[in-house]
């Protein structure tokens, strides 16, 4: 029961101090799962959010789900869910009850800007931390300069690129290991 509150709370803390979605979560994500509770290493998480990113919904709600999941089972996995929601919910209740008539309100406006500004600030060094982390090699500095203009310039669909991507570290390993024996 402990491990259950404790996911809420953790999930709460990260959907009410996160602006901007996803992205802008992996910050705190790393922060409170990683090195706070240690419920996931580094390349955990990035699998935990790849996933997440592939499938149907809200990444965030999605990765919350899986961690929750893997710690304490379909339960945790939905008491995840609910904590990452829950702050959300709430927030825009509030917003769509009383600030209805604020949002040409010059000051409201300004704030949100600058709101806008930080998580790209955010995303920014997330990007750089995991780039860190995930660029470990010859073989995967190439895949992602080769799959930067995919994503960007094509219409192509990323869960394509992350699938052929997948298959790709797949074929490589299995390469580099016949070539050690």
């Given at each position: 029961m402990r491990k259950l509150l404790n996911l809420f709370i953790t999930f709460a803390k990260i959907g009410v101090l996160t602006f901007g979605g996803g992205l802008s979560?992996?910050?705190?994500?790393?922060?409170?799962?990683?090195?706070?509770?240690?419920?996931?290493?580094?390349?955990?998480l990035l699998d935990?959010?790849?996933?997440?990113?592939?499938?149907?919904?809200?990444?965030?709600?999605?990765?919350?789900?899986?961690?929750?999941?893997?710690?304490?089972?379909?339960?945790?996995?939905?008491?995840?869910?609910?904590?990452?929601?829950?702050?959300?919910v709430v927030i825009?209740?509030?917003?769509?009850?009383?600030?209805?008539?604020?949002?040409?309100?010059?000051?409201?406006?300004?704030?949100?800007?600058?709101?806008r500004a930080v998580?790209?600030?955010?995303?920014?060094h997330i990007v750089i931390s995991l780039t860190k982390k995930s660029l470990v090699d010859v073989f995967c500095i190439v895949l992602f300069i080769a799959t930067l203009p995919i994503l960007f310039f094509t219409e192509i669909p990323s869960i394509a690129v992350i699938i052929l991507c997948g298959i790709a570290g797949n074929i490589y390993c299995k390469i580099k290991e016949g070539k050690k024996q």
């Open positions: 979560m992996l910050p705190m994500l790393r922060r409170e799962i990683v090195e706070k509770h240690g419920w996931a290493t580094d390349d955990q935990y959010y790849a996933v997440g990113q592939c499938t149907p919904g809200i990444i965030a709600v999605n990765t919350a789900t899986f961690i929750g999941f893997f710690q304490a089972g379909i339960l945790g996995g939905i008491v995840a869910t609910l904590g990452v929601v829950f702050p959300s825009i209740l509030i917003i769509a009850s009383i600030l209805q008539g604020f949002l040409d309100v010059p000051i409201v406006l300004s704030a949100l800007s600058g709101i998580v790209c600030a955010l995303l920014g």
